[in-house]
């Protein structure tokens, strides 16, 4: 398809320059208020798998504190996660950062959302078409209830994605994405883990379990 090929990389390219443009402002005020409430460094980057599993560093604002206890070891993240950082992940201004991302090539502004490294062996063959396109920085599954959902429908509704992409299609996802910003719903939580659970974790027990990385 002539827009999966060229068109949504075109835009992408535009749109993230432009919103970068736009919110330099915003992005200079964030980067002054996150290096006064939550230190240095500003960024909280991490290595993601992108287009054809390639590997990639994610940015995006800090949300959490250092603190450590006596030991030198890090605090819970529930400890370190400040009121002003709930404030940024609530907002999904934390993701700003990720603008840069897709300017550069590594993400799309829509398409399935970049998780971890470490979860690469446990996705099922179909599971992988995921990672045939951008990652981005919203998807079908984040506007689909994703902290309601399990990771089984989760992983559907990124292959849906995938399987469905289409100029159509990505504005829907935005347009619901705007909904779910604006409305502060559950569905934009960062901190998937802690509602549905480690995937590697998961698929790796039901790999002992059934052989299967599927039901």
Not at 26 to 39: D, E
Not at 74 to 80: G, I, M, S, T
Not at 147 to 155: A, G, L, S
Request: glycine share 6%; with cysteine; net charge positive.
């Amino acid at each position: 398809m002539i827009y999966a090929k060229f068109i949504k990389r075109i835009l992408d390219f535009l749109l993230s320059l432009f919103a970068i443009i736009v919110l330099s402002p915003v992005l200079l005020i964030l980067c002054i208020l996150v290096r006064t409430k939550l230190g240095s460094p500003i960024f909280f980057k991490q290595e993601r798998p992108g287009r054809n599993e390639k590997i990639f560093t994610l940015c995006k604002f800090r949300t959490m504190t250092d603190e450590r206890d006596e030991n030198g070891n890090l605090l819970p993240d529930n400890v370190r996660l400040t009121k002003f950082g709930k404030f940024l992940r609530a907002t999904s201004l934390d993701e700003l950062p990720e603008l840069f991302n897709i300017l550069k090539g590594d993400m799309s502004i829509i398409g399935p959302r970049p998780l971890l490294v470490s979860y690469l062996p446990y996705y099922s063959e179909r599971e992988k078409l995921r990672h045939s396109v951008r990652p981005g920085l919203t998807g079908l599954a984040q506007v689909s209830g994703r902290n309601f959902i399990d990771w089984d429908k989760r992983m559907e509704k990124d292959v849906e994605y995938v399987e469905n992409l289409s100029f159509a299609m990505d504005i829907k996802v935005l347009w619901m994405t705007v909904q779910t910003v604006l409305g502060h719903r559950d569905e934009v939580a960062e901190d998937t883990n802690a509602v549905e659970g480690n995937f590697a974790q998961i698929r790796q027990k039901r790999l002992e379990e059934t052989g299967k990385l599927t039901k």
